[in-house]
């Protein structure tokens, strides 16, 4: 039987060539205000033809990261000021996931205002049939084996996934999954690192309490419960990495 498959495909030059100027500015090794060469040198040395590293500009620009100026060539954006949320890809993608603890801290702390907010909405606005799909798994949590991470963290993904589309809110399931690959870094060190201890049940009856909100339509509980968990949630992950590094 022939099955009809696409060919294989390495990444693309101009893919390439993005990943290497974004290392290279997220890194600082390109810093904000400086100059790159002309398209012609640079593309030269990066070994590339001039149209693929211009098209890989542009790109750049529309993240935030460069200015094309007119007469004036490439200059390099403070990403801070000037990024956008497509920078925060790049920043979680970039040095496989080993995040500055700056950009780690303020990664949790946003984490925490944004599924604060979304729990909230869920007990206004989420559906029986919503409500069902958190409890069942709830069921599937209570049934894993306390030291199965990869499972568990999988689960734990796909809760919060639920709740934030119970939200009603088009843009923080949108968000929850921007950040899947940097979520699911956190919570499998999490769960690797309390596997078979009773903080998984903790979890779990932290899952329970949000559902009980949301089924009773109590906002602020949900919101507090949610607090308490992720808040309760960093401490003992950043313990745990801090035992790891000592």
């Not at 100059?35 to 030269?44: G, I, Q």
């Not at 590339?48 to 390099?76: T, Y």
Request: hydrophobic share 45%.
């Amino acid at each position: 039987m022939v099955i009809p498959v696409e060919p294989l495909q390495v990444s693309s030059l101009k893919q390439a060539c993005i990943e290497r100027l974004e290392g290279m500015i997220l890194s600082g090794g390109l810093k904000p205000g400086e100059k790159l060469p002309s398209e012609r040198d640079f593309a030269a040395a990066l070994g590339v033809s001039r149209p693929v590293l211009h098209e890989a500009l542009v790109d750049l620009e529309a993240k935030g990261l460069v200015s094309i100026l007119p007469r004036r060539g490439v200059v390099i954006n403070d990403f801070r000021q000037s990024g956008s949320l497509a920078v925060l890809s790049s920043l979680l993608n970039y040095n496989n996931g080993a995040l500055a603890p700056e950009f780690q801290n303020s990664l949790l702390a946003m984490r925490i205002l944004v599924e604060r907010e979304t729990a909230r909405l869920a007990a206004v606005n989420a559906t029986p049939e919503q409500i069902e799909s958190l409890r069942r798994i709830l069921q599937e949590e209570i049934k894993t084996s306390r030291a199965d991470a990869t499972r568990l963290t999988d689960l734990d993904f796909t809760f919060h996934s639920q709740l934030a589309l119970a939200s009603a809110n088009l843009v923080y399931p949108l968000i929850l999954n921007s950040f899947k690959k940097i979520y699911i870094h956190f919570t499998a060190a999490f769960f690797r690192q309390r596997a078979d201890t009773d903080v998984i049940d903790e979890v779990i009856q932290y899952h329970r309490r949000l559902i009980d909100a949301l089924a009773n339509r109590q906002p602020d509980e949900a919101a507090a419960v949610m607090e308490e968990m992720l808040v309760r949630g960093e401490q003992q992950l950043l313990e745990g990495i801090y035992k790891e590094r000592s």
